[in-house]
């Protein structure tokens, strides 16, 4: 257990653990809302003509990649769900009494954070190859004569 000489002394350290967990939740809200504006483009990408069209299995391919977006994309919004939640129960460390509420703030926070961590490398793996696989097919442009 903690040993504050006074009120004033926990309650800077509790302004100081709440303004760190707020930052780590808006770095995490920005990361995803970053994601948002990549994965519109992507999918418009998926969704255009600048496949060269005899590309074996191109149409299977495509599809792929659109239906694991989508998969992607609900995983996002879930979590920014639990984000919103999360920070809305943020201001409830103020009221904790005991070091067992504050623990189980982290240990939920540390949770969310290992969903977000694997979330952004899955995302981070399927844009890889989407920008491989469409690197490698997209139409050449026949030289001006």
């Not at 990408?45 to 609900?74: A, D, G, I, M």
């Not at 920014?80 to 240990?107: A, M, N, P």
């Amino acid at each position: 257990m903690f040993n504050f000489k006074s009120m004033k002394d926990w309650v800077m350290v509790v302004q100081n653990k709440i303004e760190n967990l707020h930052n780590e939740l808006q770095k995490w809200k920005s990361h995803l809302q970053f994601i948002e504006g990549e994965m519109s483009f992507i999918q418009k990408l998926l969704n255009s003509y600048v496949f060269e069209p005899r590309t074996p299995n191109l149409f299977e391919r495509l599809e792929q990649f659109k239906q694991e977006f989508l998969e992607s994309k609900k995983e996002k919004e879930l979590l920014k769900k639990q984000i919103r939640r999360h920070e809305s129960h943020l201001g409830g460390i103020f009221e904790c009494t005991s070091e067992i509420c504050d623990v189980s703030y982290y240990e939920k926070h540390n949770k969310l954070q290992n969903r977000i961590l694997n979330y952004l490398d899955d995302y981070l793996n399927l844009k890889n190859k989407v920008y491989s696989y469409a690197g490698s097919v997209l139409k050449r442009r026949k030289p001006v004569d």
